[in-house]
């Protein structure tokens, strides 16, 4: 089974991301979600449909 990271891009940057609010929100959300442990694995897909 899967693990959850958080994805926040920074608004109006490119493909720039929010890692201090990624981190924020896996604090709050870990005890709730699976989330990825290892942060190396925290790669966006940017351009992905739907987003």
Do not use: C, H, K, N
């Not at 959850?4 to 896996?26: H, I, K, M, N, S």
């Amino acid at each position: 089974m899967g693990s959850f990271y958080p994805f926040a891009p920074l608004p109006g940057t490119g493909q720039r991301r929010d890692g201090a609010l990624e981190l924020q929100v896996q604090a709050t959300l870990a005890s709730d979600l699976r989330i990825e442990q290892d942060l190396g694995r925290w790669f966006p897909v940017w351009g992905a449909p739907g987003l």
